[in-house]
């Protein structure tokens, strides 16, 4: 995977493909699917998610440039696998879901691999986690239809953030950097990812 999915087409940060070596996808994915868990694309996880291809995970995780020690948002952590990533660069992980199914299995999963400074609420990820901001970066695993200015507001000045902006067939991955209180947008791959609705009112974990 790290390879042929990842080197081949241009993924070139050490630490980001160290922790995708060091991740097992396989236990990210429902029994059924673990034959394909290491393919270049996309994975039913329950609840109408997926977990995400590989190398769009990648390209997304490169384009933070995370250093250790980062306080990050991640909207949307479905089955956790992105969360075990973060938490393996050295990242401070704030994760929200809004599926209570999902939640609590990654919270299973992400344990049961010794992932135990993570944490998981299950919530609303169109409002983030205003409690715990500002955050250093945040990503984002859903699409929405424009930048969500709620999101944005919870990045420290320097922060970024990347998500995949657009309708449910025509998306493009975004790199936002917060330059002098103002935002800075750069237009990266296209992808396609299910859609970031309202869920859960509340967060908690």
Known sequence: MVDVQLRARGVVDQRVLGAMLGVPRHEFVPENY???AYEDHPLPIGEGQTISQPYIVAVMLQALELTAGNKVLEVGSGSGYVTALLAELGAQVFAVERHSVLAARSRETLAALGYHDVRVFL?????GLA???PFDAIIVSAAAPDLPAVLLSQLRDGGRMIIPVGLADSQQLQLIKIQNGQPRVSVRELCRFVPLVPGVGDSRE
């Open 123 to 127: 919530g609303d990820g169109t409002l």
């Open 131 to 133: 409690t715990w901001a």
């Open 34 to 36: 673990r034959a394909e």
